[in-house]
């Protein structure tokens, strides 16, 4: 077993390579891809690598959705790299389309232009309800009341480690809620009054921010158990009121649905659903995803996955298992605690180039993984 420091809060739950464990019980889990009929090959590497790094020895299935009919070809051949264990549904409509109270045509409009501006993806209306959907319906969706842990998964994703232990029993275990691998920032103009919007109906639920905050909390005088302003994200203002825009980027998310159906998660999203943003801005699920993260989850309930290697895009996380592969990050540490050699058990057989590895350490991820280590900046 690799040391590693102890004052790390957030370990990864094992070191080097595991004896697949495929007698274990499981928990009550799945996998989730939203994907397009026209998105099969891309969809099919994707589950080609989960299975070959992961789940042939786990056996999760793995829900298909679309907002429109599947083309048999998908489900044919889905259904077969999933060794069977596909599940192909369609969203319901009323979970994939405008809400009552915003008005289409100027949402429409709203649409072209910010597409006409440049902002990523924000041209599309498709991909507006994409970012609504993942920040609220998902939750509710029937087909899967029944379950409680997903990992979402997208197409065209590597998986670069073996993965030989169960995330989900682990997450159990550690009473995690939300598990990530890569930090990144958000770009700006897809959400200019989202922080301000979070912040607006943080202060309508009566948070105070005065040193009674911790007390308050146990005392449980407070509605929901919001932690101390929003400073773990934000930019160096003990006040929260700017956000550095880091956020966990959510194609990649193993999680806990509880937290994300409790009555403070889905009040936060109905809130923001109420003010239009998911279509007059582009208010991306990651970015509501990580904000709610920080206000409603205690920061040890979250778990950077820094063992599993991913890419997505142009994004790589290469853990330091790897050749040339990325130390742990520690923020209050810094990289000097690790030698390669003991950050070498970090991460099994993975077979991803260290050299491509971009996950933002300094910027993005050691900011959002401060609360997680003794220098606890946050409460400062
Ligand atoms: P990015 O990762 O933010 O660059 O955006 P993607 O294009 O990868 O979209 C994110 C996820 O939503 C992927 O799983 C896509 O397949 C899915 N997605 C986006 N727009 C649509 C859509 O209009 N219909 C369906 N069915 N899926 C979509
Ligand atoms: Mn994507």
Redesign the pocket.
């Known amino acids: 077993k690799v040391p590693r420091p102890a004052t790390e809060l957030d370990a990864p739950f094992f070191t080097s390579c595991q004896e697949p464990d495929t007698t274990a019980e499981r928990e009550n889990a799945i996998f989730v891809?939203?994907?397009?009929?026209q998105?099969r090959h891309?969809?099919k590497k994707t589950i080609k690598s989960i299975e070959e790094h992961f789940n042939k020895w786990f056996n999760y299935p793995i829900m298909f959705?679309?907002?429109?009919p599947w083309d048999p070809r998908f489900i044919a051949d889905l259904n077969k790299t999933a060794g069977g264990k596909g599940i192909f549904e369609v969203?319901p409509k009323e979970q994939?389309t405008f809400p009552d109270w915003v008005d289409q045509e100027s949402a429409k409009k709203n649409i072209k232009a910010q597409g006409a501006a440049d902002t990523?993806?924000a041209g599309?209306?498709?991909?507006h309800?994409?970012c609504r959907f993942?920040s609220g319906k998902f939750y509710q969706l029937d087909i899967l009341k029944d379950y409680k842990w997903y990992w979402?998964?997208?197409?065209?994703v590597d998986f670069t480690c073996a993965i030989t232990y169960d995330p989900f029993v682990q997450m159990a275990k550690h009473k995690k809620v939300y598990g990530y691998t890569i930090a990144l920032w958000e770009v700006g103009t897809s959400c200019p009054s989202l922080f301000r919007t979070t912040a607006d109906w943080k202060e309508l639920r009566g948070v105070p921010s005065s040193t009674l905050w911790n007390a308050m909390i146990e005392a449980s005088w407070m509605p929901f158990p919001f932690r101390r302003f929003l400073s773990w994200v934000s930019h160096r203002d003990a006040y929260g009121d700017a956000w550095s825009l880091c956020h966990y980027?959510s194609?990649f998310e193993i999680a806990d649905m509880d937290f994300f159906r409790s009555q403070a998660y889905q009040d936060y999203f109905n809130y923001l659903d109420k003010k239009g943003g998911f279509y007059n801005e582009r208010w991306?699920d990651?970015a509501v995803h990580s904000l709610a993260v920080a206000m409603l989850a205690d920061p040890q309930q979250v778990h950077h996955f820094e063992d599993i290697g991913y890419r997505?895009?142009k994004f790589y996380q290469c853990p330091a298992n790897a050749p040339g592969g990325q130390l742990p990050s520690s923020p209050s540490l810094g990289k000097k605690a690790w030698s390669p050699e003991i950050a070498g058990g970090i991460g099994c057989r993975c077979e991803c180039n260290g050299k491509k590895t971009h996950n933002y350490q300094s910027y993005c991820l050691d900011r959002l993984k401060e609360p997680n280590t003794p220098k606890k900046r946050w409460f400062s």
Request: hydrophobic share 40%; net charge negative.
């Open positions: 891809m939203l994907a397009r009929n998105e891309k969809a959705l679309n907002d429109e969203i994939w990523p993806h599309l209306e498709g991909y309800h994409m993942y979402r998964l997208e197409p065209d980027w194609n991306g990651a997505h895009a």
